[in-house]
DNA sequence: CTTGACCTTGCCCCTGGGGCAAGGTTCGAC
DNA sequence: GTCGAACCTTGCCCCAGGGGCAAGGTCAAG
């Protein structure tokens, strides 16, 4: 005949979530001393046990109460169940401790893992951090406004970086970031640029200009005098 | 500029937990439209899947609102810690798996693993259940009472086990329990038990009877009045 | 007799949201 | 132009699984 305080020990649990149990159905409340002290035995030991390992798997007080007194079988497929919801959970652990890891390491959390390799290659070419955050921003809303779209672009970006002309308007177009919308070098880089334009496909939906435009929409610093003159200057020629 | 529904499927929250992050002060309030519809950015969709991932890996929501403008080095080690923490978790859910593999395999979980060797030599010398009940109860309650009395007692029991004479005497009253504790054979179970004891170093502190009592005390239906006589003739010879 | 460690009930508090109500808005289809 | 579906708004209460604290009663040792 044990106090509350010795039960909770043993089971390596609290002698507030005794009482809770209590309070919920799960652990019948015991016959009490001349004090009033709950006064426990082994079964309360055991079932104690039970609720605690039960609990430390996830498993609801509402479902524990209706297992306790269920049958072998019920037993063993619950048991089963809450197995395999185990596995999953470390499982997912896992995941997020790559997640966690990729935090520190850059932007791959935020963005697909294409994007990812496109602001890498970007990068590796040379633009400003400036514009990579840019990039970045603009990329994370089109994947909010259209995914699938987004993930379209993104691989026929890619594709375009090969070339070694577009390449080299990326890179000034990122220099031209800090130009005064005067500039006399402007108006040559807006036909140079359009001219690229021309000889290729479907250029209407791949101008970097779009991403300009969206990412300095949601950015209040991403906007760009010059680059503002520059859209102007290529949509009317 | 998104709505709150867009940021949340992006992230893989729902838009009630982005609410519930604006109320924290941990993603800030971002500007309205017209019609009174909160508009995100970029920068917003960056932050909430920042906090998914440490809500992911269990960080309070009160110290991720700390760690969201921390600097580099604050933030890393806080990500070491973290990382820990998960390492440490999956170890534990690895463990409770262990635990619930055991609550179907019968009762190693509920006592120590010494006693667990001990009911298990008990069962293959071939006593009863309804003797390794009582035995197994009355460890739970020893070890709640005592755990260091209850593991040196158990290593001594132990070891008894290797005596015929003991093994013997534990079939002989597994057998005795179901007797009228009128029954004749008792008095001679009684003499040769105590003559065993004779024998003994310690007898006083591992004397069979007291587990009986203590499980008698604690379980209805755990008292025999055969092993009340017998504890009754081995006090007074 | 005191002191510290237990025990009792009761109440409110916390996290991390979920559910639902009672509306207003937007967008595409017809 | 109007209808329905799918959004959005605020507000309120609810859940698990306890923790903390109050305001006592009890017990065992020194």
Same mark, same amino acid.
């Given at each position: 005949m044990i106090t509350i305080g010795r039960l909770a020990d043993y089971a390596g649990v609290t002698t507030k979530a005794v009482r809770h149990y209590h309070e919920r159905g799960l652990l019948p409340e015991p016959g009490r001393d001349s004090s009033g002290y709950r006064r426990y035995t082994a079964q309360h030991a055991i079932d104690l046990v039970k609720i605690r390992t039960l609990t430390a798997a996830g498993v609801p007080l509402a479902r524990i109460k209706g297992l306790l007194d269920a049958d072998e079988d019920t037993l063993a497929a619950a048991i089963a169940e809450i197995d395999d919801d185990l596995e999953d959970r470390i499982e997912q652990l896992r995941r997020t401790r790559d997640q966690l890891a990729q935090l520190r390491g850059g932007d791959r959390l935020f963005v697909s893992p294409e994007v990812a390799g496109y602001l890498d290659e970007l990068r590796e070419l040379g633009v400003s951090e400036r514009h990579l955050r840019l990039e970045r921003d603009g990329w994370i809303l089109m994947q909010t406004a259209s995914p699938e779209d987004a993930a379209r672009w993104i691989a026929e970006k890619r594709d375009l970086l090969a070339d070694p002309e577009f390449r080299a308007l990326c890179l000034e177009h990122d220099v031209a970031y800090d130009w005064s919308p005067d500039d006399p070098r402007l108006p040559? &880089?807006?036909?140079?640029?359009?001219?690229?334009? /021309? +000889?290729?496909?479907?250029?209407? /939906? @791949? +101008?970097?200009?779009?991403?300009?435009? @969206? /990412?300095?929409?949601? &950015?209040? +610093? +991403?906007?760009?005098?010059?680059?503002?003159? @520059?859209?102007?200057l290529m949509e009317r020629p």
């Open positions: 040559a &880089l807006a036909e140079r640029t359009r001219s690229w334009f /021309a +000889g290729r496909a479907e250029p209407q /939906a @791949l +101008g970097n200009p779009d991403i300009a435009r @969206l /990412a300095a929409q949601s &950015l209040p +610093g +991403g906007s760009s005098p010059a680059w503002e003159r @520059l859209a102007r």
